[in-house]
Each structure stands twice: as structure tokens, then as C-alpha cells.
Nanobody
Framework: QVQLVESGGGLVQAGGSLRLSCATS????????MGWFRQAPGKEREFVAA????????YYTDSVKGRFTISRDNAKNTVYLQMNSLKPEDTAVYYC?????????????????WGQGTQVTVSS
């Protein structure tokens, strides 16, 4: 049973920073695509960032470019999302997702495994 466990969420003022972590039990983590998604109340889950198996390729939704950075440590089976200059509109539950793939994946339907989510709240 693959497990993904997010941590690092919380309450922060606008302009602040948070670093999310997603630890996995995947034995194939080093050859897996990883992504971060978020879902705000009453809205659909949306793509935030993705990273390929080696970390050599990343992709971001336009609204977070220049503010968020996705990275991974294959030795620790962990993916990170550094979030800077946070805005109230970044408030959501953030989920990490995984799939054994060498590709860069950006759609929720492409991922096989999901974490339980971590709440990020940005106050104005």
C-alpha cells in the first residue's frame, strides 16, 4: 500500500512563506512523477506544480510562477513545495500526488496515488 503524507501547512500572513513536504512509501519514488495540487472550498482541485523523476524538469501553474518552487530528494523519498510571497488566494488544501512515470504530469487524472492533504490558510 503506497502512502503519501503531507506536512507543513498552517496559517500565515500574506507575504509570508511555508514549506510543504510530502513523504512517500513508494519503492519506485526515484522513477516517479510528483505533483502538487490544491482545492479551495467550493472549487475544483487545480494543478499547482509538477516535477519529473530526476528533478531536471518542473512546471507551474501561472498564478504561482516566481513564488513557488517544487523540488525532490530521491534519497528521502520526499517532494517539497516552497511557497513564498503567499497571497490570500493561495488558501486551500494542498495535496501531493505520485505516479510511476518518467514523464512530467500535470493533470489529476494522470496520477495514481494521493496524500490526505494539508491546509494552507493565508490571512490578509
Amino acid at each position: 500500500q503506497v502512502q503519501l503524507v503531507e506536512s507543513g501547512g498552517g496559517l500565515v500572513q500574506a507575504g509570508g512563506s511555508l514549506r510543504l513536504s510530502c513523504a512517500t512509501s513508494m519503492r519506485t519514488f526515484s522513477v516517479s512523477a510528483m505533483g502538487w495540487f490544491r482545492q479551495a472550498p467550493g472549487k475544483e482541485r487545480e494543478f499547482v506544480a509538477a516535477i519529473n523523476w530526476s528533478g531536471s524538469s518542473t512546471y507551474y501553474t501561472d498564478s504561482v510562477k516566481g513564488r513557488f518552487t517544487i523540488s525532490r530528494d530521491n534519497a528521502k523519498n520526499t517532494v517539497y513545495l516552497q511557497m513564498n510571497s503567499l497571497k490570500p488566494e493561495d488558501t486551500a488544501v494542498y495535496y501531493c500526488a505520485a505516479k510511476s512515470s518518467l514523464r512530467l504530469l500535470t493533470r489529476p487524472s494522470e496520477y495514481d496515488y494521493w496524500g490526505q492533504g494539508t491546509q494552507v490558510t493565508v490571512s490578509s
